[in-house]
C-alpha cells in the first residue's frame, strides 16, 4: 500500500487555502501515525520544492485520498482519469451535487456535508505551530520629499524580505475611514489592532509613533535618502531599531532587527514607555507660547 494524499492545493489552477492545506498535512499525519507509506503532491506555485501532481506517477499508487474541498469540478474529475487504477477516497469533502463525475468517481465519499448530517472538518484542532503576528504599514509616495524619495525601491525590498520570513504579516493603513470596512473608522480601533501584534513593521511616521505608543516592539525603515521624518522620529523617541533607505536592501540588517524587536531586550525596551516621557514638548512649548503673547 501507497497512498497519494491530494487536494486542491494540489492543482495548478487550484488555490492552496489554509484549512486545505490543514486537512491534507492532517490525513499525512494520521497515515503516518498507523505507518502507512504516503506521500502528498502540491502546486508549484505554493510548493516550489515539493513533489508536485504531474510527477506522481500512477504506477506508485495503490490509493488516492482527496482531502478537503469542494468534490466539484474538471480538475477533481480529472484525478479519476489519472488515477484510474487506484482506490479513489474522497474524505472532508462538500457534496454540493451527488451526481457530479466529481463524486461518483470516487470509490468511497466522507463527506463533511451534503451526504448526510454534517461531520467537523479536517482542519478543526489540527496541530499548529505560534509564530509572531506582524503589522505592516507602508507609506505612499510622499511627492513632498522630491528626488529624495526611495519609496518603491524600498517597499520592493521589504515586501521581499517579508515574504520569506515564517509569520502572520498583517497589512495595516493608518488612513482611518467611516465607509470602507477594511478601515478602521477612530484611532482607538486602530490603537486596539495594534496593540494585540508582536511587532510592527512600518515606513510610515505613525507606524511608529502608535505602534510604540501601544507598546509594541517596531523595525522602522526610512524611505527617503539621507533620512526624512521617520529617522528623525526615531531619534526624538531613542528607538534604535531605525533602518537607512540605502540599508533597506541588506537583509543581514533588517534580520539583526528583526530578531531584535521579538527578543526579550525590545519588548522590556518598549514597555519601560520612556519614550512617552518626552511626548509632551511640543504642547508644552505650544501652551508658553500662546501665554507668553497678550491677545491682540
Known sequence: MRVLVVGWASFLHGEATAGDVLSIDRVCA????????????????????????????????????????????????????????????????????????????FHRVLARDGQSAPRPDLAVGASTASVPVVGVALAPGQAEYGAARRHRSVHEALTSWL?????????????????????????????????????????RL??????????????????????????????????????????????????????????PAGREWVTRRDHLSTADSLTSELLDELLSEPAS
Open 30 to 105: 494520521v497515515l503516518a501515525s498507523a505507518d502507512i507509506a504516503h506521500d502528498s503532491a502540491w502546486s508549484p506555485g505554493f510548493r516550489a520544492d515539493a513533489l508536485h501532481l504531474p510527477e506522481a506517477d500512477a504506477g506508485r499508487y495503490s490509493h488516492v485520498v482527496f482531502a478537503c474541498g469542494p468534490a466539484h469540478g474538471e480538475q477533481v474529475r480529472s484525478l479519476h482519469e489519472r488515477y484510474a487504477n487506484c482506490r479513489r477516497i474522497a474524505v472532508g469533502v462538500s457534496v454540493i451535487d451527488p451526481d457530479d463525475a466529481a463524486v461518483t468517481g
Open 163 to 203: 515574504r520569506e520570513l515564517d509569520c502572520a504579516r498583517l497589512p495595516v493603513d493608518t488612513r482611518l475611514a467611516a465607509d470602507d470596512w477594511r478601515h478602521c473608522r477612530t484611532p482607538d480601533q486602530l490603537v486596539s489592532m495594534l496593540s494585540r501584534l508582536d511587532m510592527v513593521v512600518t515606513t
Open 206 to 263: 505613525h507606524g511608529v509613533v502608535l505602534g510604540l505608543g501601544a507598546g509594541v516592539p517596531v523595525l522602522a525603515v526610512d524611505p527617503i535618502s539621507g533620512g526624512g521624518k521617520v529617522s528623525a522620529q526615531a531619534r526624538a523617541l531613542d528607538w534604535p531599531a531605525v533602518v537607512a533607505a540605502e540599508d533597506a536592501s541588506d537583509s543581514a540588517t533588517l534580520d539583526r532587527w528583526w530578531h531584535w524587536c521579538l527578543s
